[in-house]
């Protein structure tokens, strides 16, 4: 334990926070940002949502930073059960994306904030302390993406993403999440989530019928 954590730990007031993301070098740098701030402690890490479920029930944070892209247990699926398991926890939600139903979701899970992850230290750090007021805090562009999912045509597929319209011409094409993430470039988790909301956007229950409603819509070359 460094000087610096001691000395947060022995000063009274500081704000309790755990890091919830599945990638290690997001985690390395959230936790070297938190250090910076004698008023911010960090009481834990998790790389999933059920490790972080079990993280709170470990140490109780007062925040969490949560990603909302993520393997097995989504952020926002943890969110649900942290807020419904720990209701002084406060959640806020960390990620890169910021789709308008992504941003629906967290918020409906009962996140208390919305931001991207090239939010600036001080920005997170002013969030957090806003977090543990009870203050919520959103990202322009999230704000953005509500509007525009709210304000919506109703025209089927009008509302995807170029990087939906990639993913689901791939689909199209028989394409496995798997070989979607090797031609794009990205990792499975994030063809997991582009898929989830190319099926959301559509109002499909499966990628079958997903695929054969951009073919009846003409939304894929």
């Known amino acids: 334990m460094s000087d610096k954590q001691r000395q947060k730990m022995n000063k009274p007031n500081t704000i309790r926070v755990a890091i919830v993301d599945d990638h290690a070098m997001v985690r390395a740098g959230l936790r070297n940002f938190l250090l910076a701030f004698n008023d911010l402690d960090l009481v834990g890490e998790a790389a999933s949502g059920e490790e972080a479920l079990a ?4 140490v109780k944070p007062d925040v969490v930073l949560m990603d909302m892209v993520m393997p097995g247990m989504d952020g926002a699926e943890a969110t649900q059960a942290i807020r419904h ?18 941003v629906e979701r967290a918020m409906k899970a009962g996140a208390i904030s919305y931001l991207l992850k090239d939010v600036s230290a001080t920005e997170l750090a002013e969030a ?29 597929g009008q509302d995807l993403t170029p990087r939906e319209r ?24 994030t063809v997991k ?11 499909a229950d499966n990628r079958s019928q997903a695929v054969a409603l951009a073919v009846q819509h003409h939304l894929v070359r």
Do not use: W, Y
């Open 128 to 156: 957090i302390r806003a977090a543990q007021a009870g203050q919520a805090r959103l990202a322009a562009e999230a704000a953005q993406a509500l509007v525009e999912a709210a304000h919506h045509g109703l025209d089927i």
């Open 85 to 102: 398991h720990h209701p002084d926890t406060h959640v806020i939600a960390l990620t890169s994306f910021q789709q308008g139903d992504l």
């Open 193 to 203: 989530f582009h898929v989830s909301s190319v099926l959301s956007k559509l109002g």
């Open 166 to 189: 990639e993913v689901l011409t791939l689909m199209v094409e028989g394409l496995t999440n798997a070989k979607i993430a090797q031609r794009l470039v990205v990792s499975q988790s």
């Open 55 to 58: 993280l709170c029930r470990e």
